[in-house]
Nanobody, 124 residues
Framework: QVQLVESGGGLVQAGGSLRLSCAAS????????MGWFRQAPGKEREFVAA????????YHADSEKDRFTISRDNAKNTVYLQMNSLKPEDTAVYYC?????????????????WGQGTQVTVSS
């Protein structure tokens, strides 16, 4: 059974930082591209960042590319999202997802497995 478990969310003041983690099990982690998405209340889920199965290629949404960094540790079956200079508009539930095709994609339908999400709240 595939499981993706996010952690590291919480309440932070604007300008602060958080590091999200997503621990994967039940799949050959190193064969999957991974992504982070987020969904704010009343809004559609949106792409944040993605990383290739080797970690050699990353893709960040334009609005976050100077503040957020995706990385992975295949030895730990874990993908990370480092978020700096957080803004109130970053408040959302953040989800990690695994792409069985192994390609970097910003399209949610390309991701087969999803975690339950972790809440990030940024206060002004």
């Amino acid at each position: 059974q595939v499981q993706l478990v996010e952690s590291g969310g919480g309440l932070v003041q604007a300008g602060g930082s958080l590091r999200l983690s997503c621990a994967a099990s039940g799949l050959t982690f190193s064969s999957y591209a991974m992504g982070w998405f987020r969904q704010a209340p009343g809004k559609e889920r949106e792409f944040v960042a993605a990383i290739s199965w080797t970690g050699g290629t990353t893709y960040h949404a334009d609005s976050e590319k100077d503040r957020f960094t995706i990385s992975r540790d295949n030895a730990k079956n874990t993908v990370y999202l480092q978020m700096n200079s957080l803004k109130p508009e970053d408040t959302a539930v953040y989800y990690c997802a695994a792409n069985a095709a192994g390609i970097i994609s910003k399209l949610s339908y390309n991701y087969r497995y999803w975690g339950q999400g972790t809440q990030v709240t940024v206060s002004s």
